[in-house]
């Protein structure tokens, strides 16, 4: 199942609480998912681990003066790395990826001198990136973590509070050079090969290879100890159903090897991402609590080119605009969100950031 919310937005960088236990039944849009499948749902009371996960389309980033924002946003050894890409594509993906995760952090506003080009980087023994903090006797580094996975059409970045996470990001149209099972076999443990080879539609079958490759990607992400260190085929990630597409999945870490290092106390969720992409998340597990998914679609300093071009009076009249066209759309682009299905209308679909918020 698919589901788009939208809501207006003025800022990219308003400051925003870190991801948190407690669930807000005023924030936005919800939809409550068993893992790897989408059902509607109300929502009681209670607490959920909170994983944000922020994406943009490189292909709507256009703008030259946006990308020498972004590179303006970069360290030297980033703007290093951007630049050794001879072709344009991968450096502008590559661009884009860490002005996102720049961007991303910042938004928290966690210190008030904390701005996305402050941010210092470091990675951990196994090559897994984390936030150099600045430390002093006076503050202590907030326990957040984050994680990146991109294609050449999507990148995204995920965000947690006491939890390591892991994410993936894959095309729905990916195909292989090989035969699926051929080059499956390769990285796949045996038990993970007998559900695919289950599978007689070969459509079907590559996409739950693409589906099950993002989620033990995700795992040994969130692992942080590099492929080396947790290859797939020294792991079986199993569901409850033989069919992964079942409602009632859920997924259990079965160690082959390494159980010391491959331990078992994760959660994991799968979602849609822009129509074209599976992505999957990885984090610790939340005492048995449901993992709550909070996806927002983005253009890293987009919102403020927005504030420049349009004065607060002309952005409410649009709005008003907006909200008395939308109540007479046809399209309901987006829901019961009239704005949104004005803006639609009024083709202002770039003045507007998508929220999508899921239980897993």
Same mark, same amino acid.
């Given at each position: ?57 490189? &292909?709507?980033?256009?703008?030259? !003066? @946006?990308?020498?924002?972004? /590179?303006?946003?970069? %360290? $030297?050894?980033?703007? =290093? ?65 984050? &994680?990146?996975?991109?294609?050449? !059409? @999507?990148?995204?970045?995920? /965000?947690?509070?006491? %939890? $390591?996470?892991?994410? =993936? ?71 409850? !159903? ?86 007479? !759309? ?31």
């Amino acid at each position: 199942m698919k589901i788009h919310s939208r809501m207006f937005s003025t800022s990219t960088l308003l400051p925003l609480q870190l991801p948190s236990r407690m669930y807000d039944p005023h924030s936005v849009f919800y939809v409550l998912l068993k893992p790897c499948e989408a059902q509607n749902g109300q929502l009681g009371n209670g607490s959920y681990g909170e994983t944000h996960l922020w994406y943009v389309l490189p &292909n709507e980033v256009n703008s030259e !003066s @946006l990308l020498s924002r972004y /590179v303006d946003l970069l %360290s $030297p050894l980033e703007k =290093d790395h951007a630049f050794s890409i001879r072709d344009n594509q991968l450096q502008k993906t590559a661009l884009i990826a860490r002005a996102l995760v720049r961007t991303t952090i910042a938004r928290y506003q966690i210190r008030p001198q904390v701005s996305p080009k402050s941010l210092q980087f470091r990675k951990n023994a196994h090559g897994k990136p984390e936030v150099d903090w600045e430390r002093d006797n006076d503050w202590d580094p907030p326990p957040l973590h984050f &994680n990146l996975s991109h294609t050449s !059409s @999507l990148i995204a970045c995920g /965000v947690t509070v006491d %939890s $390591p996470i892991g994410i =993936d990001v894959e095309e729905k149209k990916r195909t292989m050079k090989n035969k699926i099972l051929s080059f499956a076999k390769r990285y796949f443990t045996n038990e993970e090969m007998e559900v695919l080879r289950a599978i007689s539609d070969p459509e079907v079958q590559r996409h739950e290879f693409i589906k099950l490759w993002t989620l033990k990607e995700a795992y040994v992400k969130a692992l942080g100890r590099g492929f080396s260190g947790a290859p797939f085929n020294t792991f079986t990630l199993r569901f409850r !159903s033989a069919n992964p597409n079942h409602e009632d999945s859920e997924i259990k870490i079965v160690p082959l090897e390494n159980q010391s290092l491959l331990t078992t106390n994760w959660q994991f969720a799968q979602v849609d991402l822009a129509g074209s992409h599976y992505a999957a998340i990885c984090r610790k597990t939340n005492g048995g609590e449901p993992m709550k998914v909070i996806i927002k679609k983005t253009i890293p300093l987009l919102e403020e080119h927005v504030d420049e071009a349009m004065q607060p009076a002309e952005i409410e009249s649009v709005l008003d605009a907006a909200n008395a066209l939308g109540k007479l !759309s046809i399209k309901k682009v987006g829901g019961s969100n009239d704005i949104a299905d004005g803006l639609d209308e009024l083709n202002m679909d770039d003045y507007y950031g998508n929220d999508i918020v899921l239980l897993v």
